[in-house]
């Protein structure tokens, strides 16, 4: 049985995915999806992926879209020596894993999507109150990292992977769009 992941390098969401692969050793094909040129619009990949997004899950028969669903389901099918640690049994623990993962994809992920339309339709970076909505994430971060060595336990879980793959996208393009908006847009 073959197990694909459908990817594209600039997605934060499939760079934590392939990161949860990488920790578990999943030996996988990965396929780059051009997303400009549109083959994840294509009758066969949206049969498969309706949301027509990445990254995307294909496992023999079946198929997944979403990174947060993705990692969890790789960890629990494939990464039996690594689960007690990525995506602890203990409920307590879990339920923290997942509000977190939840925060990605509610707070800091967005902001990476606004970021990069701004750049994209108006070729300027991003403004005031866009900036002061990331640190209100990074905020919140910060709050967590309070309590836990981590973002979610005192060991690295699914949530680190899942945040470190949209911060670090967020500090970049923060801080090319505010040299883009400071030599005056995209030329």
Known sequence: MVIRIYKKDASPPARAVLMAAEIINLKCEIQDVDLSSGPHLSPEYLEKNTLHSVPFLEDGDFYLADSHAIITYLVSKYGAEHRSKW???DLSVRATVDQRMYFDTSDLFPHI??????????????????????????????????????VAANHMTLADVSCVASVSSLNVL????????SNGGIR
């Open 87 to 89: 995506y602890p049994c």
């Open 174 to 181: 923060s801080i090319a769009g505010m040299l883009i908006s």
């Open 113 to 150: 999507k606004n970021i990069v339309s701004v750049i994209v339709t108006q070729g300027v970076g991003p403004d005031a109150e866009q900036i002061k909505a990331i640190n209100a994430g990074y905020e919140v971060l910060d709050k967590y990292l309070q309590k836990t060595k981590f």
